[in-house]
């Protein structure tokens, strides 16, 4: 089963490879020779699909390909050195391919500033080579950005799993990001292809403009014409030829063009213009490559490939008729080019700010969104529960409308995508704020309802509580326990002397104590009942030790409490059950406490019990 999964794996690739190789020869031509790729998307998709390494062979092949199949193209191994960088980075720091072609463009701009400042011949090449490279920046990282989205997003097609790896989790907050940069960059590109073809348009229309009124010139001359004239032509008067020579260089407006005369056997009859060069029809007549773009006009270029280069030293010839004679109108487009490429050039950097300004705002989305997700998969962490408990969840499979509307709503939500960031900033912090609350409050209801407000000891419910889960707890394995009952004497004088403030102290106090004591004894469970009413919980089994927990609580007791200006010296009278001998539920246990107390505070009574002092006690 591994090995026909890894037959069907090495298969894809082959088709990849090929396909990869077709992309390479069919690029997208923008203008003058510059064009876009799209053998990049599927190069740089290879790095997730296949490994660094496969990638890496693949663009090497195809670019092996290009250059034996005559394709000079001086940015070739471009490709293998984007897959080095771009890949490398991806296999070494890991993150995705998105963020690594950043990288790359940095990295290609800063070389052709250098290139361009020291290297480059003439200043057309250098600006078509910066347009070059400017496009190739911004198609490389548009190419990672797709074809991070196909590597993230493919393994959901239904015969995707049986190639690849397992599906991998999507997040919100990414595939938000990702198509607010897609839907950011894409009509850019679209602009400047058409706004690249328009200007090239435009200037094809004022070439060819300059050969129209060429034409008109020279019927408007032949229709002025006598008879003799036309004969003296036609005899090669070196006077009419002199005349027609001035005329046609008055004519000329551009001073890098040339105007060519041809006689019957082809050879110059005149020449005009600035820059005239017999040798130089000459060779554009027998040799080179010519593209076609009208009736009587055409680029004329001196190599066979329509490349970068070859744009730079291309001429515009525009052919027309004087009589029986053809006649040609050369220009150097080199002039042009570097107007037209500036042009285009605005474009591309404003290209990179919205690519840039994109980046930016994907990135906060994706915090933004993944922050609120956070909070809400919080509060819905019951459903993996669900699941491990093995309950019917319904997932319908519906069409969901929203998904289906996002297309015709991405324009409204760029315009208001600034206001949408801060709108939802605030919602986030508002429910943030709120949850806190929320679980605030209900802290604060627990305590309440299970601790003393005064003594902040375990209260009467608490005990409840406790109590019937330690009966359940020794009914089973016959583990014995003391309830011991605790009533301070003549509490009620002392509270009428010290007012009810200052009783409500001493109690805090005398709380504050039996807490230290519980920490000293960590199998003693300390409870407030009412007023002056304490129990505990004791996990002792004999009574010889419950007798010494006694003795040791009275020692507590009897250390004076310094209140204000006087002195309290405590007693209190317990009362003691365990179970099971005085009892197998809670208030069985309580009552027998209770009354044993009772008995115990009757003997106190004829004695002293509780004292109030004045000052320090002597």
């Known amino acids: 089963m591994v090995i026909s999964k890894e037959r069907q794996k090495f298969t894809v690739f082959m088709i990849l490879l090929g396909l990869l190789i077709v992309l390479e020869f069919f690029p997208l031509t923008i203008i003058f020779g510059v064009a876009i790729n799209f053998a990049p998307f599927l190069y740089l998709a290879m790095i997730k699909?296949?490994?660094?390494?496969?990638?890496l062979v693949a663009t090497i092949v195809m670019?092996?390909?290009?250059?034996?199949?005559?394709n000079e193209d001086a940015f070739s191994f471009l490709s293998i050195i984007e897959v080095l960088i771009i890949g490398?980075?991806?296999?070494?720091?890991?993150?995705?391919?998105?963020?690594?072609?950043?990288?790359?463009?940095?990295?290609?701009?800063?070389?052709?500033?250098?290139?361009n400042s020291f290297y480059i011949p003439t200043e057309v090449v250098g600006q078509l080579v910066l347009l070059n490279v400017s496009l190739v920046v911004i198609s490389t990282i548009y190419a990672s950005l797709v074809a991070d989205m196909f590597c993230d997003y493919y393994c959901y097609l239904p015969a995707a799993g049986r190639f690849f790896a397992k599906k991998k989790p999507l997040y919100f907050g990414q595939i938000?990001?990702?198509?607010?940069?897609?839907?950011?960059?894409?009509?850019?590109?679209?602009?400047?292809?058409?706004?690249?073809?328009?200007?090239?348009?435009?200037?094809?229309e004022q070439w060819e403009q300059e050969t129209i009124e060429l034409e008109e010139f020279l019927q408007s001359k032949t229709n002025r014409m006598e008879s003799i004239e036309i004969k003296n032509y036609a005899l090669d008067s070196k006077k009419e030829m002199a005349r027609l020579k001035y005329e046609l260089d008055q004519f000329l407006t551009n001073e890098n063009g040339s105007i060519y005369v041809l006689n019957e056997n082809l050879n110059v009859w005149i020449e005009a213009g600035l820059q005239k060069n017999t040798r130089d029809i000459e060779?554009?007549?027998?040799?080179?490559?010519?593209?076609?773009?009208?009736?009587?006009?055409?680029?004329?270029?001196?190599?066979?490939?329509?490349?970068?280069?070859?744009?730079?030293?291309a001429s515009y010839i525009g052919k027309t008729k004087f009589l029986d004679k053809l006649v040609y109108?050369?220009?150097?487009v080199d002039a042009e080019l570097i107007i037209v490429i500036k042009k285009l050039k605005v474009y591309l950097l404003?290209?990179?700010?919205?690519?840039?300004?994109?980046?930016?705002?994907?990135?906060?989305?994706?915090?933004?969104?993944?922050?609120?997700?956070g909070t809400i998969t919080n509060i819905t962490s019951d459903i993996p529960n669900k699941v491990s408990r093995k309950q019917t969840i319904d997932w319908n499979n519906t069409n969901i409308v929203e998904f289906s509307n996002l297309i015709d709503n991405v324009k409204i939500v760029a315009e208001k995508l600034q206001s949408m960031f801060r709108k939802t900033e605030i919602q986030n912090q508002l429910l943030l704020e709120r949850t806190n609350k929320l679980m605030e409050s209900e802290a604060e209801l627990y305590h309440l309802a299970h601790y003393d407000v005064l003594t902040n000891l375990p209260n009467r419910h608490s005990y409840y509580t406790d109590m019937e889960q330690k009966l359940n707890k020794a009914s089973g394995t016959g583990t014995r326990f003391a309830v011991i009952f605790l009533d301070l004497d003549n509490f009620k004088q002392i509270n009428d002397t010290l007012g009810h403030s200052g009783g409500d102290k001493l109690l805090r106090i005398f709380a504050n104590r039996l807490g230290e004591f519980e920490k000293e004894a960590p199998y003693i469970k300390v409870y407030r009942l009412a007023g002056d009413e304490f129990v505990f919980i004791v996990d002792l089994a004999s009574r010889d030790e419950i007798k010494e927990i006694v003795e040791e609580l009275h020692e507590k007791i009897h250390q004076p409490i310094k209140l204000f200006d006087k002195t309290v010296e405590l007693s209190a009278s317990i009362g003691i059950s365990v179970f099971p001998e005085d009892g197998r539920n809670v208030d069985a246990l309580l009552h027998r406490a209770d009354t044993l107390m009772y008995d115990e505070k009757h003997i106190h009574h004829q004695n002293e019990g509780s004292k109030l002092y004045w000052g320090d006690k002597e």
């Not at 670019?63 to 005559?70: E, F, G, M, P």
């Not at 109108?329 to 150097?332: F, K």
């Open 49 to 55: 699909l296949f490994g660094f390494r496969a990638s």
């Open 63 to 70: 670019t092996a390909v290009s250059l034996a199949l005559s």
């Open 88 to 115: 490398g980075l991806y296999k070494i720091k890991g993150r995705d391919l998105f963020t690594w072609s950043f990288v790359y463009s940095f990295l290609m701009i800063f070389i052709a500033i250098i290139v």
């Open 176 to 204: 938000i990001s990702n198509l607010l940069i897609f839907a950011a960059i894409s009509p850019i590109l679209f602009v400047i292809f058409f706004h690249a073809n328009t200007l090239a348009a435009e200037l094809y």
């Open 283 to 313: 060779e554009k007549l027998n040799s080179g490559n010519v593209l076609e773009i009208g009736d009587n006009d055409y680029i004329w270029f001196p190599e066979e490939n329509l490349s970068l280069i070859d744009w730079a030293n």
């Open 329 to 332: 109108m050369v220009i150097p």
């Open 350 to 373: 404003i290209s990179l700010l919205v690519l840039f300004i994109s980046l930016l705002f994907g990135l906060i989305t994706n915090n933004i969104l993944s922050k609120a997700l």
